[in-house]
């Protein structure tokens, strides 16, 4: 199994950054695109951006030039990187991981961790 663990949220002033990491541990076949999400109560959840396998990214417009995803294939690690945070920033930050598992050729599923908390304040 896979499992997803989401850290490096906190509470930061606007025009702060903070970096979160989304680290996977367990066991799998091959893994693929790692997304992140946020959401905050009474909305739904949005996507905030992409990584693939190959390291390609894309990002909501609203977090672009702003924040960036990198990937770390030996940690098994996805980070972001946000910057100049703004108060309609603040979420629930969570990723999901897509990973091949199972025996032989395996099957394609989504692993999710629990998110970190981002909160940005003045």
């Known amino acids: 199994q896979v499992q997803v663990v989401e850290s490096g949220g906190g509470s930061v002033q606007p025009g702060e950054s903070l970096r979160l990491s989304c680290a996977v541990s367990g066991s799998w076949i091959s893994l693929g695109a790692i997304n992140w999400y946020r959401r905050t109560p009474g909305k739904e959840r949005d996507q905030v951006g992409s990584i693939t396998s190959d390291g390609g990214t894309s990002y909501a417009d609203s977090v672009k030039d702003r924040f960036t995803i990198s990937r770390d294939n030996y940690k098994n690690t996805v980070y972001l990187q946000m910057n100049s945070l703004k108060p309609e920033d603040t979420a629930v930050y969570s990723c999901?991981?897509?990973?091949?598992?199972?025996?032989?050729?395996?099957?394609?599923?989504?692993?999710w961790g629990q998110g970190t908390q981002v909160t940005v304040s003045s």
């Open positions: 999901s991981v897509r990973a091949r598992v199972g025996k032989a050729w395996g099957f394609w599923d989504n692993f």
